[in-house]
């Protein structure tokens, strides 16, 4: 069985030469290197922890299928393939996600949700707890074109120009469906009573 | 005195902009001025720095199970585009390409370079022994219908078809000899 390539030693744009050399081994490393942000964006996406999975994996096949035509770099390239997979999913599904991911773990391996850095108090990790629980079934109930851009913009931390490449829309929808997004989501976590609450202790706690 | 206006969609905009530091400082300025004055642009912009705080950090989960895939499934997943970059065809190919590309490129050039009046003295040769006895005019009509490619813009067409499959040859074996110089880099 070949070696497996360590992550220092190689970068993106050699591990996809070896690739194309027919080393699969050297694929697998990328999917290794890949698979959680591959598998956020999913997630997000789609709301549902299997699907997101099978999604992501889906993208890498259909990258190894055309890698290559790949040029440029790897990883903007995979996300594409990535978020066009969930739009198609999303598309012939016709739905959205009825339950918030977060609520639905039980697998052991990993924590349930990475709470607030313990410096911020318990009551401060709670409520940030709390808040992400509520953001994840928020994001539910934005449509599909401005969770996308939502998510790649402030989960992912992609720039305007990464998102407009990434979903082939210019930058003032960027913008647009960014701003339309971020209001309602503001409106959903109103309503939820969280934001008042989290300011307050903000406030509180800077005074 | 601070005032509490309702904040339009117009404001959550620019809002949401400078929170993105994608304002203007001009504009950056102006806004920071109203929110002095305005409580309700104060609170919807903290509200929005909130929300967005929230999302980035939000955690990032492991997939339930590894993405990785059984090598055997990666082989029947290649295309042609594998096909054209895996050995035998993936070495001959360039080199092929390049030569075929030339002889397109020669055989096409020779025809478009030919005078008119060769190819139709060799259209009048080859013509059968009852078409020599007619008269010179049906010669050079049979003729004239033997050459129709001499000095044609089919042929100038062919030349330079020709020429953008080389070039495009070259260039892709060009980015292949550079993707491997710079991945062994």
């Known amino acids: 069985m070949p070696a497996k390539h360590t992550m220092v030693q190689y970068e993106n744009q050699q591990l996809v030469q070896l690739v194309l050399d027919g080393d699969t081994q050297a694929f697998n490393d990328l999917v290794e290197r890949h698979q959680s942000r591959a598998y956020n964006l999913c997630l997000r996406m789609l709301g549902d922890a299997d699907a997101a999975a099978d999604v992501a994996q889906d993208a890498f096949i259909s990258a190894y299928k055309h890698l290559p035509s790949l040029r440029g770099e790897f990883r903007p390239w995979l996300m594409r393939i990535v978020a066009n997979g969930c739009r198609d999913v999303l598309r012939s599904k016709k739905r959205r996600p009825s339950v918030s991911l977060d609520l639905e773990r039980d697998d052991d391996d990993t924590p349930a949700m990475q709470i607030a850095d313990t410096s911020d108090g318990p009551e401060a990790a709670l409520m940030k707890s709390e808040l992400q629980k509520t953001i994840a079934g928020a994001l539910a109930e934005i449509p599909d074109d401005q969770r996308e851009v939502i998510i790649l913009s402030d989960i992912q931390g992609l720039s305007y120009q990464e998102i407009a490449d990434m979903t082939g829309i210019n930058i003032g929808t960027v913008k647009s469906r960014l701003n339309r997004a971020r209001s309602r989501l503001r409106e959903l976590l109103m309503a939820a009573e969280l934001l008042p609450r989290v300011r307050r202790h903000t406030v509180e706690s800077n005074t | ?185």
């Open chain 2, 1 to 185: 005195m601070k005032t509490k206006n309702a904040v339009t969609i117009q404001d959550i905009e620019q809002l949401s902009a400078l929170l993105d530091g994608d304002l203007s400082p001009a504009n950056a300025a102006a806004m920071r001025q109203r929110m002095l004055a305005d409580e309700a642009l104060q609170d919807t912009f903290s509200e929005l720095a909130l929300t967005q705080d929230a999302m980035r950090t939000m955690p990032t989960l492991k997939p339930p199970r590894s993405l990785r895939i059984d090598p055997q499934r990666l082989h029947q997943a290649r295309g042609w585009r594998w096909w054209l970059i895996s050995p035998p065809a993936g070495q001959l190919f360039p080199t092929l390409g390049v030569a075929m590309s030339l002889c397109f490129c020669l055989l096409f050039g020779a025809v478009a370079m030919q005078p008119v009046e060769t190819h139709l003295l060799k259209g009048a040769a080859v013509t059968s022994p009852s078409t020599q006895a007619a008269s010179a005019d049906s010669v050079l009509l049979i003729a004239s219908d033997t050459t129709p490619l001499a000095g044609s813009p089919w042929a100038w067409l062919g030349v330079v078809a020709g020429a953008g499959v080389l070039g495009g040859t070259a260039r892709w074996s060009w980015q292949i000899r550079g993707r491997k110089r710079t991945s062994k880099r």
